[in-house]
């Protein structure tokens, strides 16, 4: 299951950063994350992006 979300959230992240509008994008991912209550996509998160 961990595996599952984390390569989610690494395809999810992969086409914010490769988007046109990657800092809008960016911007909606982290508060989308921000507003999740899965501690495991914090973390990730917050290892790879602050």
Excluded: C, E, Q, Y
Aim: no cysteine; net charge positive.
């Amino acid at each position: 299951m961990l595996a599952i979300v984390g390569s989610t959230t690494t395809k999810w992240f992969l086409t914010a950063l490769l988007n046109n509008n990657s800092s809008i994008t960016l911007g909606r991912v982290k508060r989308s994350v921000r507003d999740s209550t899965d501690p495991f996509v914090k973390m990730a998160v917050n290892t790879s992006f602050l």
